[in-house]
């Protein structure tokens, strides 16, 4: 059996870039090592659309985020929340964790937050220091419109703070245009590398506030990140193997284009969509996004159970949901180096499982229904 | 030309290792996954030589050493810093960062704190919280007495908090029998793997500290690491690729042995300095540790361009002096996979180089005495 990771994040990482893990390993100051964080700095200032230097940390997301909130924020100042689900649920524990004032703007699993919901929010709190958004809400398959958030809290002294993880490279993201003032993502998703690197642009908006902040963090200290990036160099020893893997995988990115990028995970989430309701499946999200397509288990089928049949006979990894919504939906990631035919595959893998479980489906239905999506202009 | 990596991490990293890194990347909250997170911890408990789980934290070595200083002290607390280089000076910057109110115990650089100086500073502020100590001070290559620190402290309601990234596993380190409360290590020293995991082990005095002390991070919030790790988990997305070849490695030690691991290190180390010795150089660390040996820079020779022959003609990748050391002193690693025969390669290209530039040796004094000194029972 071939395995196929569907999962979002970790996703498939590509050959050449497993073989640079595989080399011997080199010291983090050298000239060499110099050389290939700036590229991959460039890289990277590509891939989020800015012109701001973006820092890399040694750190899952979750590092990244609190770097995030850690630098920004005082304690005791007034943020906006955006939650949609349990990645914006992340986002809360953290401004816990630093005592924020927290204004909190919640929407149940599956909707999204609307620019009038932030709206209102920032109308009625015009001390907010930040606004604290999910761009791809894993956990429901969300996406969010942070080109209008953008809009609307660059209109006010706030930052806005983006966890931009699952979803930076799988969808439009223009970190500079869309005025987003702190942008966070990780290694493991459409950046096409394992886990262990986080990535975060600061605009200059932000470092006004940083560095006019008491800082709460050594590790996640984003000026030393800075200031060390001016030289081409980290603050403390980076995971320096993942950094050059990153390197070979953004210079497929580059090569692609991000445009291209962006439109690829645009048509394979448009056919996985129409694959999924032509087997009479609903879509969990109200505003689906690129990266993955989130599915509701149907009424009468075990979805945990669907979901280790698709792996068990044919190698299929999708992703159950998480706390409560364990058994309720299905997650498939479309992201990084996963391809069309690939999404195909796993269409094909769902309607044989559903079929043989009793589900009433016309085979063929999803694969034809996705491939004539596919095949549009 | 070969490269050869002698810097105090990273360290070279064994080819089986290295070749599992190049493996596809699957899922981490999978039952495997878990598995294997299981089996590390278990090794990994062995190498610090404790019955307390061992949190894998996905971080530089100073991301571990920021979750100690977080967890155990509150802010204004008051803590004792022992610092006779680099990375005592570490410490003070994250203990500083989080308002501890700091009592410093400095040496120069070259020497080591002793147990007295401890005992004074102890007894002397008896409210401490906390001492924070460094097994093997990687800038200068001295290494401290912890089993004489722990016998100290533990005498005291204070916790004793060691950096123990380049020495754990380099040379004699028992957790539990020494009474070392938080130990903190990094994966690519002795652990033989690429940088981006840090290790660190709580003891039940430091755990009912870290329970009684209000959190200060999230991220780094070791009750988090302590509650998923009881599930074989991890509480945010790890690399997971580093874990499973840290699980390769630490496979290597335990078929090696603990104790023969510190044997070899500890024979290798006395090897190196008699070769060094014997070529009329001097040791710089007046306390010399097993893990690196850090050379004095003789009168008249250019220190940081031998370094650069060293490499360029030779392949031969030693370490210059960190800040104010550069070109003072030459740091050259024994630790993890590097073996005895390739430390004697190093002692003869320093030979050959030091030779060449004019320094006054005798071509084959350095190598016959570390073997002299290798051979003896």
């Avoid at 929010?121 to 958004?133: G, H, I, Q, R, W």
């Amino acid at each position: 059996m071939k395995p196929r990771l569907f999962t979002p994040g970790p996703t498939t990482v590509p050959e050449e870039t497993l073989l640079e893990l595989a080399r011997p390993v080199t010291y983090h100051r050298s000239a060499e090592a110099k050389a290939i964080l700036g590229e991959v700095t460039e890289d990277l200032k590509y891939v989020f659309q800015t012109s701001q230097p973006v820092m890399t940390l040694t750190s899952s997301g979750t590092g990244g985020m609190e770097a995030a909130v850690a630098n920004t924020l005082a304690a005791g100042e007034k943020a906006i929340l955006l939650t949609a689900g349990r990645w914006g649920e992340r986002w809360r524990g953290i401004l816990k964790a630093f005592q924020a004032n927290l204004v909190v703007v919640e929407v149940p699993y599956g909707k999204a937050v609307t620019p009038e919901m932030l709206e209102k929010a920032l109308a009625e709190n015009p001390d907010t220091k930040a606004v604290f958004a999910t761009l791809s809400e894993t956990s429901t398959g969300v996406g969010h419109d942070l080109e209008a958030f953008g809009r609307i809290v660059a209109k006010s002294p706030a930052l806005l703070v983006v966890d931009g993880i699952s979803g930076l490279g799988a969808m439009e993201c223009r970190t500079d245009a869309w005025q987003l003032d702190v942008v966070v993502t990780g290694s493991q998703k459409a950046l096409m590398l394992p886990p262990g690197l986080a990535f975060v642009s600061v605009s200059e908006k932000a470092w006004k506030k940083i560095e006019a902040t008491p800082i709460r963090s050594f590790y996640l200290d984003l000026r030393r990140y800075k200031k060390a990036l001016a030289e081409s160099d980290t603050p403390f020893t980076p995971a320096n193997t993942l950094i050059k893997a990153q390197r070979v995988s953004l210079k497929r990115i580059r090569a692609e284009g991000i445009e291209n990028l962006w439109a690829r995970h645009a048509k394979i989430a448009a056919a996985c969509r129409a694959g999924v309701t032509a087997l009479g499946l609903k879509l969990f999200a109200e505003r689906p996004n690129n990266a993955l397509t989130v599915i509701t288990v149907p009424a009468g089928v075990d979805g945990s159970a669907t979901l280790k049949k698709l792996e068990k006979q044919h190698g299929f990894k999708l992703a159950d949901g998480q706390d409560n919504m364990k058994g309720q939906i299905w997650r498939l990631s479309h992201m990084g180096y996963t391809d069309a035919f690939e999404v195909l595959g796993a269409i094909a893998a769902l309607e044989l499982v559903l079929h043989e479980s009793g589900f009433k489906l016309e085979p063929g239905a999803g694969v034809a229904a996705f491939q004539r999506e596919y095949a549009k202009k």
